[in-house]
């Protein structure tokens, strides 16, 4: 084979390519020799077959090589990064903690994130599950539900639905083999198991037989239950068991992991006319499976046309109410989402904090080592191999933070579970999977990036000589240094004061929530949920002797103060219904819902509800039952300028037959539906035969939760087959309906005081440091007699001239930002003076204790220790 | 227990560069020659030997030329240390001692 010039020039440049998968430092050392070593070995051999094989030997060769050379590389690097890190102790160890505080709360709330909006849904196919939901077009918010005859009439016309079911979800009394218990349940269509795809682990699932007007009397069990009651007997199937009022049969056992809706263990068939169900009687969720291929929007549209032709057939029910199509992921956990993207940003406000921080100390630590730089860099150092030391340093760092801030985060959750005092639906786990540690990596390697890589090319920035000769001490090359150092100061000031003032907002808006005027005292209230059989104890006389006997043997009690039955729980149960006023007729497109809440007399006493005008009930009421009493806002809407006392109202829509009320007595407004947020008014009624009084509520001299035992005792000891459930102080249920406006408020601060704390770490870093620069400087003041306080006066303008300049962007900012936490105020504006006027105090304050410690420090120094410094 | 193990190629290049100082294709024809051409060092394994074998101060690269009539100035050469060739006789011993075990234990015939 001839080997001349231009051959050898082409053999070299199929070969120099493979020399790329080198490190660049080999590469750069070793390319001339490689190449040289390829040549000779190639103009050996004089035999195509030779030739291939010197080919197939030195490629072979440099793919074996080329990655040991990498990780000889790596592991020289973490070497030597590991010794400069343990030679440094202190400001590894505050770098790392440091980061921990910022990847770990991050990490933490990205768990919540992952647990609500990302963790896929225990169904088959999860994304093709939809709710379906009614709402009025005026107040979209009105209801989520939807009526039955709507929901039979969608089920026969959808063509995009490959199934459509309905459910209502309730409690239920099991009585018999054990002690009565109240157990979370639903009643189901047959279309539930179909649209959500569960198997039953025996037995069978509700069928469309079953789920029929005066259907069989069939009920499905969770495998708790079946576990718990029944010690997983196999021929539980076949069983009849006694539930509230009636006997049911097992036909099924579902899965332990299936829980729906919530935390569900018992299910029977919906069994609903569509002949006698009303139009406008929005009991109902509903769920829906979409076709394979077939979007939300193709959807929402094929259901609002269905609305419209189903009203256009019913006229005399045509509220304009429009249908829409909601991915189930967000009717679940739509309403979490805000706050925890709100969440999101501020604990991103704190990781960036966090990593202006740690740059801070790497830029002090950088100017430190100047020196060791320049002398390795006049040793031959390449720039890019002291890059790739530094960068290896940052990662080391990153890495520790990330790994201890997983740590953190995964010892925090049980603390962010304990802020939770509501049953959150069991499929939302919030224990990091590999999304979250994926995200903690991410979020490492990203920091690392933040922190690691300024510091990393300033310590470029340097003059060689200039640092051999200033013996490390800096000098010209560190003003830029300095001012980069300063920058992040007030950058780390600036994000406290967003996340302040974010906190700010937030406790100021939950202690407006939570001072509201609710219309009654909630302090020393027992609430309870009663349910009595109802075939021993029918309607009328029966139910009411009951009645009057628990309230004979609750009131007897040491510590009650009064008691009332009523149909539900305030903050917790709610039936809104419509309503028309005598002489004031509304259309169905415009009538708006009210509070319907039946009460025994003792009602307002018992909660403290000021009666303003009128009567109150009393025990004669139950035999007429065609009076009302309603809230102060009722009747100034509905009968402006005049007493409401003797005007008729009536419930349903307009054009149906239901008795006139006739409006007795006028109390005060109190929520009773909603918490946060405008509530409905309230009409009460005196109870009656049409509904059951489920919900007892106690007013006690004492703390109310001490009645528990002995209420549950009276109660069984009268007749055990009373289940008493629920039982709570009322102001444990304001803190459940309030735990979504708690949790954020106390997360938000938790981040704001850490921000604030880092903030005033990296300040007083700063300010020592360049008192330490300084050491000589402040000496000869001292020395020619410049007083302490003059010379602290000096440290502390410096420091409290860049919290100033932080303090003002961060407000500036702040100000800018708050609005989009509107939507998660309550009664607060975003722009409310009492937070811009309380963080700039604290954080003057703050700021001025960071830089007096150095201030101190600085003149408890000698001035002849200090000149002796030079 | 023995401070360090060389490995095959690293106490073939360390005997390559024990009768004199070589340039790198030099040391991989002498291995190959003096191995029968059944060891072939290709290019990347040798340099990345030798950086290593800088790097323990077991070689190192030469200033001035060794030959100056066959001098190819665009080639480094190297020699072997003190450190390096008390090495290399280390691991010989080791060979040695190896070879007489398995001599008296019978898996290798005895030398006539």
């Not at chain 1, 231009?6 to 490689?34: I, T």
Request: hydrophobic share 45%; proline share 6%.
């Amino acid at each position: 084979m001839p080997h001349n010039a231009k051959s050898q020039s082409a053999v070299l440049r199929l070969y120099q390519p493979f020399l790329w998968l080198y490190p660049a430092e080999f590469r750069d050392e070793y390319r001339r020799e490689l190449c040289l070593a390829f040549l000779d070995r190639w103009r050996d051999e004089h035999s195509i077959a030779g030739s291939l094989f010197v080919w197939f030997h030195a490629i072979f060769g440099i793919l074996y090589q080329a990655p040991r050379e990498h990780y000889y590389m790596i592991l020289h690097d973490l070497r030597y990064a590991l010794r400069i890190l343990r030679k440094d102790l202190p400001v590894t160890t505050a770098a790392i903690l440091i980061l921990a505080l910022g990847i770990g709360s991050t990490t933490l709330v990205f768990s919540l994130a992952n647990g609500l909006l990302l963790r896929p849904l225990p169904y088959p196919q999860p994304e093709r599950i939809i709710a379906v939901t009614e709402s009025s077009p005026k107040d979209p918010n009105e209801t989520t539900q939807i009526s039955f005859p709507n929901y039979y009439d969608i089920r026969a016309r959808a063509r995009l639905l490959d199934d459509i079911g309905v459910y209502a979800p309730g409690q239920s009394a099991l009585r018999g083999e054990g002690s009565a218990e109240r157990i979370p349940g639903a009643r189901a269509s047959d279309g539930v198991f179909r649209v959500l795809g569960v198997e039953p682990l025996l037995g069978r699932v509700i069928s469309r037989e079953d789920d029929v007007a005066s259907g069989p009397k069939v009920v499905l069990l969770s495998e708790e239950l079946w576990q718990r009651r029944y010690g997983r007997d196999p021929h539980v199937l076949g069983r009849t068991l006694q539930i509230d009022d009636s006997r049911w049969t097992v036909i099924g056992v579902m899965p332990a992991s299936f829980h729906f809706p919530d935390r569900a263990e018992l299910w029977f068939p919906l069994q609903m006319d569509p002949a006698k169900a009303p139009r406008t009687d929005y009991a109902l969720r509903a769920i829906a499976r979409l076709k394979p291929g077939v979007s939300i929007e193709q959807a929402t549209s094929e259901l609002e046309s269905l609305l419209e032709q189903i009203h256009r057939e019913n006229p005399a029910v045509n509220n304009n109410w429009v249908a829409h199509a909601i991915p189930i992921r967000e009717f679940v956990a739509g309403s979490y989402s805000k706050a925890v993207i709100t969440l999101l940003v501020a604990v991103a406000l704190l990781l960036l904090i966090a990593c202006a921080n740690v740059c801070n100390l790497l830029l002090v630590k950088a100017s430190a080592r100047v020196r060791e730089i320049a002398v390795r860099t006049a040793l031959g150092a390449t720039r890019r191999r002291l890059l790739r030391q530094l960068v290896t340093e940052s990662l080391v760092l990153g890495l520790a933070g990330g790994a201890l801030g997983v740590l953190l985060a995964y010892a925090g959750i049980p603390a962010l579970l304990s802020l939770i005092p509501v049953d959150l639906p069991l499929w939302m786990n919030f224990y990091p999977d590999y999304r979250v540690l994926g995200f903690a990596v991410g979020i490492s390697l990203l920091t690392t990036l933040g922190f690691g890589i300024v510091p990393a090319f300033g310590a470029f920035h340097t003059d060689l000589a200039d640092s051999l000769k200033e013996g490390g001490r800096g000098g010209t090359s560190s003003l830029r240094s300095k001012l980069l150092r300063q920058g992040l100061v007030i950058g780390e000031v600036a994000l406290s004061v967003i996340l302040l003032a974010g906190a700010g907002l937030m406790i100021h808006s939950f202690s407006a929530l939570r001072m509201q005027n609710l219309g009654y005292r909630p302090e020393n209230v027992l609430t309870v949920s009663i349910d009595y059989p109802e075939n021993r104890y029918p309607d009328g006389q029966p139910a009411r002797a009951l009645l009057r006997r628990l309230t004979e043997e609750v009131s007897s009690l040491p510590g009650v103060v009064s008691i009332s039955f009523g149909s539900g729980i305030p903050l917790s149960d709610g039936w809104g219904r419509i309503f028309t006023v005598e002489g004031h007729p509304v259309d169905l497109k415009d009538m708006t819902f009210i509070n319907h809440v039946v009460v025994t007399p003792g009602y307002f006493r018992t909660l403290s509800i000021p009666l303003l005008q009128g009567r109150d009930f009393t025990d004669d009421d139950f035999d007429s039952p065609r009076i009302v009493i309603v809230s102060e806002a009722f009747g100034k809407k509905h009968w402006p300028g005049e007493s409401p006392i003797g005007k008729r109202m009536r419930f349903g829509p307009p054009k149906n037959n239901e008795p006139w009320h006739t409006v007795v007595g006028v109390v005060a407004d109190s929520k009773y539906g909603q918490y946060k947020g405008a509530d409905r008014d309230s009409v009460y009624l005196p109870y009656n035969s049409e509904i059951t009084p489920g919900a007892l509520l106690v007013r006690t001299s004492g703390d109310p939760l001490l009645l528990q035992q002995a209420l549950r005792a009276r109660v069984v000891g009268l007749d055990p087959d009373i289940v008493v459930s629920r039982v709570l102080s009322l102001e444990q249920i304001i803190a459940r309906v309030s735990w979504q406006d708690r949790f954020l408020t106390v997360l938000f601060t938790a981040f704001a005081a850490l921000a604030l704390l880092l903030a005033a770490v990296g300040l007083y870093a700063t300010i020592s440091y360049s008192v330490s620069l300084s050491t000589h400087e402040i000496g000869i003041r001292m020395a020619l007699g410049a007083s302490v306080s003059r010379v602290r006066a000096m440290i502390l303008r410096q420091g409290m001239t860049l919290a100033t300049a932080g303090l003002l962007i961060g407000i500036v900012v702040a100000f800018a930002l708050a609005r989009l936490l509107k939507t998660q105020l309550y009664e607060v504006s975003p722009n409310d003076p009492a937070t811009y006027i309380a963080v700039p105090i604290v954080l003057v304050l703050v700021a001025a204790l960071a830089a007096f410690l150095p201030a101190r420090r600085a003149t408890r120094v000698d001035p002849v220790v200090a000149l002796r410094h030079e | 227990m023995r401070p360090f193990t060389l490995s095959r190629d690293t106490f073939h290049i360390l005997v390559a560069l024990a009768d004199r100082d070589r340039h790198g294709y030099s040391i991989m024809q002498e291995v190959s020659e003096r191995t029968g051409g059944e060891i072939r060092l290709s290019p990347s394994t040798l340099y990345s030997a030798i950086k290593r074998l800088l790097e323990q101060n077991f070689i190192e690269e030469l200033e001035e030329r060794p030959d100056p009539e066959h001098d190819d100035e665009r080639r480094r050469y190297y020699r072997l240390t003190k450190a390096g060739r008390r090495a290399a006789m280390e691991e010989a011993r080791h060979l040695e001692k190896l070879l007489s075990d398995a001599r008296a234990s019978g898996l290798v015939r005895k030398r006539a």
